[in-house]
């Protein structure tokens, strides 16, 4: 059986120093993990996560917290997110406990204070949101993955959405683009409060009207019906249009059978811009030009900043917010 320290006679490095990586402290540098994780993978090494616990009296788990729906709607990027958030967890000798419930604060509650996680990464974050305000009233090692205006002293890790909208108007107007359409997220989304939505469409208006683009935003009612009404109502109302902006999973998803039956081009006759992650935008097939966020790397943040947070309960907070340029060719 590979032990922990042929993994570090393999790297050249000290047992200890692979035990830190193992833990993801932030004194280790990337060359060095890059050389510890390369020994692991070449070597078949696991870790022996019920030994560990006890050495370090730590449960060696984070809690996933992130509702599976908003009203009946089922997020095709559920799925992925908590693979690739569990699969970075993985790699660092951590496992990782799904929490489902809609607000997430009972059962943060409950497992914090029976000890079945060492720290919380929560998903899908309001602007008003109990869970982050419970997190940080408790000092319990928690990263906000979402975009809230306050995050209550928490390390906050997501997309750059504000910069996303900015640089979509930016890239419509100068194509020579006079009048868009936006179609953002649903009523449903804005009600609630998530973060992601709002700052897109903040940052969407205000560069709209300082680059005098005249912008039609069409909302959906919610996420349970079909877009395709929505978008043809809106290309069918606002015939001036030149350019559809989309940040709306379900809208994305069927603009292309949209378009096809209208006969539109894109980009010739319509030029159709999206948020959309690069994980799934080639097995969907948008090739639309789009903010392609990487989902792998997200999560790669998320999880870092939480066992920072974890290894040094009392490290100066961090707000990440990855900036993606907007690419003009599907991958």
Do not use: C
């Amino acid at each position: 059986m590979v032990t922990i320290s042929d993994v570090a006679h393999a790297a050249g490095v000290s047992k200890a120093t692979v035990s830190y990586v193992l833990s993801g402290d932030p004194r280790i540098t990337q060359a060095t993990t890059l050389k510890v994780q390369h020994a692991i993978d070449e070597l078949g090494y696991t870790v022996n996560h019920a030994a560990r616990a006890l050495s370090v009296r730590k449960t060696k788990t984070i809690g996933v917290v992130s509702p599976a729906f908003h009203g009946n709607y089922l997020s095709a990027l559920f799925g992925l997110y908590v693979y690739l958030l569990s699969e970075e967890a993985t790699k660092r000798g951590y496992d990782t406990l799904l929490i489902g419930e809609n607000d997430g604060f009972e059962a943060m509650h409950e497992a914090w204070s029976s000890k079945k996680v060492d720290g919380f990464i929560l998903m899908d974050v309001k602007d008003e949101d109990p869970r982050v305000s419970y997190a940080a009233k408790e000092h319990i090692p928690t990263v906000a993955f979402g975009s809230p205006k306050n995050s209550y002293g928490l390390d906050t890790v997501d997309s750059d959405f504000a910069k996303a909208a900015s640089s979509i108007l930016h890239f419509l107007a100068s194509e020579g683009h006079k009048e868009v359409i936006l179609i953002p997220w649903s009523h449903t989304i804005f009600d609630q409060g998530l973060g992601y939505a709002w700052r897109f469409l903040d940052s969407a208006i205000e560069t709209a009207k300082r680059l005098d683009l005249k912008m039609h935003v069409e909302y959906p009612k919610d996420d349970d019906s079909d877009p395709s009404p929505l978008i043809e109502h809106a290309l069918d109302t606002h015939t001036k249009a030149t350019a559809l902006i989309l940040h709306n999973e379900p809208a994305t998803i069927v603009a292309p059978q949209v378009l096809a039956r209208r006969n539109l081009r894109t980009p010739d006759d319509l030029q159709v811009v999206t948020v959309f992650p690069k994980q799934l935008a080639t097995s969907m097939k948008i090739s639309f030009s789009a903010v392609r966020p990487d989902i792998a790397q997200l999560s790669e943040a998320a999880v870092g900043a939480l066992l920072r947070r974890i290894n040094n309960p009392k490290a100066q907070t961090v707000t990440r917010y990855l900036d993606y340029p907007l690419t003009q060719e599907p991958e």
